[in-house]
């Protein structure tokens, strides 16, 4: 088992900023795959930004230029930092690692959400 606690989101005006923190219970070294998803209401979940094993980063178009994926492996923290915020990222963010087979429990693993709001 894994468990991913999210912290950080909130409410912030158009412009502003937050930065979202995953804290995992275990090694994010282990993990082959480690990033967001956001769900705004009512849509479908969508990939924001992920760090692979190695170190390379995706973003989702929308948040190339705004948004940046960081890791502290000493803290098994996943970061992301969302600059220039605007309405259209609000969304219930969610943390997720992907745990390769020959690992130690292997799967895919969420954590509970963190809700972001961005007013106009």
């Known amino acids: 088992q894994v468990q991913l606690v999210e912290s950080g989101g909130g409410l912030v005006q158009a412009g502003g900023s937050l930065r979202l923190s995953c804290a995992a219970s275990?090694?994010?070294?282990?993990?082959?795959?480690v990033g967001w998803y956001r769900q705004p209401p009512g849509k479908q979940r969508e990939l924001v930004a992920n760090?692979?094993?190695?170190?390379?980063?995706n973003y989702v178009d929308s948040a190339k230029g705004r948004f940046t994926i960081s890791r502290d492996n000493a803290k098994n923290t996943v970061y992301l930092q969302m600059n220039s915020l605007k309405p259209e990222d609000t969304a219930v963010y969610y943390c997720y690692c992907y745990v390769p087979r020959g690992t130690i429990r292997p799967g895919n693993y969420w954590g509970q959400g963190t809700q972001v709001t961005v007013s106009s």
């Open positions: 760090i692979i094993r190695g170190g390379s980063t």
């Open positions: 275990r090694s994010i070294l282990d993990f082959h795959a």
